[in-house]
């Protein structure tokens, strides 16, 4: 599977360690007396979200949990406590995990009716377990996680959609101290999400989430600086058990910074360089290289909150120039009330391009976007697009919450076409002469019955505007049910 590793067979020798160790570890983890961190810095203050709700989502990601709270015997209030969390010397300890999610959906007219399929419903299936082991007061970390994902009776099938038994997750960190601040250097099969991850996310949507395979180095230091380095290639799915491997033909680096001023401002500045050797776009066919330059503007302050990412893209493909900008914005402000009611309007811009097939491309590429934004149809992106409308979310009870938003959505430029996730775009809208894309209603509810369980439905409706109805689409509904177990 690593046979395409893009730093060399050698980068396999780890991994396997790390393998070998875990098993070891979990072996004799009996005789071991009991014992959020979010991915920046591991930091022990503010208190671990954890302590409260572990390990339901939202929240950090499996390999960014931080369990070593349960040392306290007091704080052990979950049932699988003993199982998640165990110490295994004064400076060693191992954490474990599992989820299972199945999650059902059904369309009405998916992609608008224009591929040929009416209707389209289906079981996505997505079972996970997950060993983490930290030595030498976190010094050196091995993370493992194993994947299995299968679908049934879907009748337009994609690359995310079923892998069978695979290695998602397999790396090494060794911590370092220098300059008054923590190194990371991690290196294998990773997951990565920067920001609001408006631009590169692990996409937990899909029912195989996003990783990539080499080597990033991240550098914590004080008062909440941060810099990442990373350079990796996107993780391609196969059907058949322990196939994947890494896409030799792109290849992603970049520099990540996070520069806190005040509770208010914050600001993150980033740079990437997302390389294709062969790709189609905008009328044109060959290798690419697009360097994307921006900044994230974020912060909260008495009850407001926001978050605003301004990007632009230059490069090439084949011997057209790459010129290009997005925005990425949500602003809210939530009440002072028992059910938390927070009232949001999100603006989203991206340009297109002005004409296939000329000396300059014009269509903004999103990279690797979180399109939950957007509700989990799938159905838009990031590229060629104006958005806005408000987002209401409200929790009349602690377990239960409740979200709906309203987008109206135009085309930037009518030469471009309407581009879905994975920027391929809807079939005959560079054709079309309207600007109107349509309106996207979006609602979701989110319950927690359990500690452990979580249930998510989810309704929307995309009604169709003139650039999709002069493409012969119709509206789309999208129906979703889905249940998570987590320990």
């Given at each position: 599977m690593y046979s395409s590793f893009p730093y060399g067979a050698g980068a396999l020798a780890p991994v396997c360690?790390?393998?070998?160790?875990?098993?070891?570890?979990?072996?004799?983890?009996a005789q071991a007396a009991p014992s959020t961190t979010l991915e920046q810095t591991r930091p022990t203050t503010?208190?671990?979200?954890?302590?409260?709700?572990?390990?339901?989502?939202?929240?950090?990601?499996?390999?960014?949990?931080?369990?070593?709270?349960?040392?306290?015997?007091?704080?052990?209030?979950?049932?699988?406590?003993p199982f998640r969390y165990q110490r295994l010397s004064e400076s060693a300890w191992v954490q474990f995990g599992a989820e299972m999610r199945y999650r059902a959906d059904t369309f009405n007219n998916p992609v608008f009716g224009l591929r040929g399929v009416n209707k389209d419903s289906y079981i996505q299936q997505r079972l996970q377990v997950h060993g983490d082991l930290h030595l030498f007061d976190d010094r050196?970390?091995?993370?493992?996680?194993?994947?299995?994902?299968?679908?049934?009776?879907?009748?337009?099938?994609?690359?995310?959609?079923?892998?069978?038994?695979?290695?998602?997750?397999?790396?090494?960190?060794?911590?370092?101290?220098?300059?008054?601040?923590?190194?990371m250097t991690r290196v294998g099969r990773q997951e990565l999400a920067y920001g609001n991850q408006a631009f590169v996310t692990y996409r937990d949507a899909?029912?195989?989430?996003?990783?990539?395979?080499?080597?990033?180095?991240?550098?914590?230091?004080?008062?909440?600086?941060?810099?990442?380095?990373?350079?990796?290639?996107?993780?391609?799915?196969?059907?058949?058990?322990?196939?994947?491997?890494?896409?030799?033909n792109v290849k992603f680096y970049g520099l990540y910074g996070t520069l806190p001023k005040t509770s208010a401002l914050m600001l993150d500045v980033y740079g990437?360089?997302?390389e294709t050797d062969e790709r189609t776009l905008a009328g044109l066919s060959g290798s690419e290289k697009r360097y994307t330059g921006g900044v994230r503007l974020f912060g909260k302050q008495a009850g407001w909150d926001w978050t605003w990412d301004f990007a632009y893209q230059g490069g090439h493909l084949e011997?057209?120039?790459i010129q290009a900008w997005g925005i990425s914005s949500e602003t809210?402000?939530?009440?002072?009330?028992?059910?938390?009611?927070?009232?949001?309007?999100?603006?989203?811009?991206?340009?297109?391009?002005?004409?296939?097939?000329?000396?300059?491309?014009?269509?903004?590429?999103p990279l690797f976007p979180k399109n939950g934004f957007y509700g989990d149809s799938g159905l838009t992106t990031l590229s060629n697009i104006y958005l806005i409308g408000p987002l209401v979310t409200f929790a009349p009870r602690s377990y239960l919450q409740l979200e709906s938003g309203v987008f109206a959505v135009w085309r930037e430029s009518t030469n471009d076409g309407v581009y879905m996730p994975g920027m391929s775009f809807v079939p005959g809208t560079p054709n079309s002469s309207s600007s109107k894309t349509g309106n996207l209603f979006r609602n979701n509810l989110r319950w927690m019955p359990t500690s452990n369980l979580t249930v998510d439905l989810e309704y929307s409706y995309f009604q169709a505007g003139k650039a999709i109805r002069q493409a012969d689409g119709s509206d789309t509904h999208f129906g979703m049910v889905s249940t998570t177990f987590r320990f």
């Open positions: 360690f790390a393998t070998t160790l875990l098993m070891l570890t979990a072996a004799g983890i503010p208190p671990n979200s954890l302590e409260n709700s572990r390990p339901l989502p939202p929240g950090p990601p499996r390999w960014a949990e931080d369990y070593r709270f349960l040392d306290d015997a007091s704080k052990r209030t979950d049932v699988f406590d050196v970390r091995a993370f493992v996680q194993l994947e299995n994902t299968q679908m049934w009776n879907k009748a337009l099938y994609g690359p995310y959609d079923e892998s069978r038994t695979e290695l998602h997750q397999a790396f090494i960190d060794v911590n370092s101290e220098m300059l008054g601040g923590k190194l899909r029912n195989i989430r996003l990783n990539f395979d080499g080597v990033r180095l991240s550098y914590s230091g004080a008062s909440g600086y941060k810099l990442d380095a990373f350079a990796l290639r996107p993780v391609t799915t196969s059907e058949d058990s322990f196939d994947d491997g890494s896409n030799n990437f360089d997302l011997d057209a120039s809210g402000y939530t009440f002072s009330h028992p059910w938390k009611p927070r009232l949001a309007v999100r603006f989203d811009a991206a340009s297109g391009d002005d004409r296939f097939g000329d000396d300059k491309v014009g269509t903004f590429d």
